[in-house]
Nanobody, 126 residues
Framework: QIQLVESGGGSVQGGGSLRLSCAAFGYIGTTYRMAWFRQAPGKEREGVASIDSGIITNYADSVKGRFTISLDDYKMTLYLQMNSLKPEDTAMYYC????????????????????WGQGTQVTVSS
């Protein structure tokens, strides 16, 4: 079992930055996949960024060049550094994890992940 606890959300003006954190509790092994998803009001949850075993990263086109996913595997904490934020980035952000590394094409699919955090709200004003 893995428990995920997010923090770091808040309100920021457009163009600003935020860093989200996700602390993972429980044994995750040496091969795993973790990701950030987000869900805006009235929209489906979408994958933002993923990282395989702390090494291979993948990003949604909408955040490439602005967001960076990273993992401190000593602290077992996942991060999402968000720069140049836009109002359309406003959403509830969720951390997700799963044991093992599946197909590359599944990295940002909700169905790939078995464990989820409770979410942290990010609001970007124009």
């Amino acid at each position: 079992q893995i428990q995920l606890v997010e923090s770091g959300g808040g309100s920021v003006q457009g163009g600003g930055s935020l860093r989200l954190s996700c602390a993972a509790f429980g044994y995750i092994g040496t091969t795993y996949r973790m990701a950030w998803f987000r869900q805006a009001p009235g929209k489906e949850r979408e994958g933002v960024a993923s990282i395989d075993s702390g090494i291979i990263t993948n990003y949604a086109d909408s955040v490439k060049g602005r967001f960076t996913i990273s993992l401190d595997d000593y602290k077992m904490t996942l991060y999402l550094q968000m720069n140049s934020l836009k109002p359309e980035d406003t959403a509830m952000y969720y951390c997700a994890a799963t044991y093992g590394v599946g197909r590359a094409g599944e990295r940002l699919k909700e169905s790939e992940y078995n464990y989820w955090g409770q979410g942290t709200q990010v609001t970007v004003s124009s």
